[in-house]
């Protein structure tokens, strides 16, 4: 039985993610969302209280398997600042061609949510922190190395990476199938260590 409900959780969210990348997240509709499933509205609720329910439930989907997994993947290399921000480039960029709509849709909530006001907003910046500050300590550690830049502000920086990063994201999934993610990875990879690194990365 507990296996049918998780099933029934994933069908919903899988749903909602489709729904949301088409009409965002205050286009859509519970009822919407409840028809997506052919599901009862009864339901939708036992599984979920509310839309908001239902969306930072999402929201916790993208931290636990990409930003969980990435930490745990640079974590693990025994290596350089350079071996690891690398690793940090290549898991991000083999996750979102493995989870393009997963991707996607906490990238259009960043656009909708951030900033809104909305209930939300504070699920949402709770993971975007969590990430900038492992990034930061990834970019600090750079500089402990004497390989990141000492004038470079962490924080700063880090932010920076994470908006190129859903902007790159956004333009591999517009162009999906006309230009590859391991190229566009490959490609802001080397030009960010070049700019961020004291001889060039």
Known sequence: MKKNGESMRQ???????????RKGFQGTTMEEVTNAV???????YWHFKSKDHLVETILEEWEKAYLDGLIA????????FID???NYHRYAWGFAGNNPQLCMVWTSLAAEIGGSG???ERKFREGLERYIHFLSGL??????????KEDMDSYVLANSIIGMHNGLFLQWYLKHGTIEGT???RTFSSILLSGITVKGG
């Not at 069908?11 to 990348?21: D, N």
């Not at 970019?139 to 990141?148: L, M, R, W």
Request: glycine residues 6%.
């Open 183 to 185: 190229q566009l990875a």
């Open 139 to 148: 970019i600090e550690s750079g500089k402990a190395e004497h390989v990141v």
């Open 118 to 120: 909305l209930k939300v």
């Open 38 to 44: 052919n599901l009862t509205k009864g339901a939708i």
């Open 84 to 86: 690891r921000f690398r």
């Open 11 to 21: 069908r919903i969210i899988k749903e909602s993610v489709s729904l949301f990348l």
């Open 73 to 80: 993947s640079v974590n693990a290399v025994e290596g350089s």
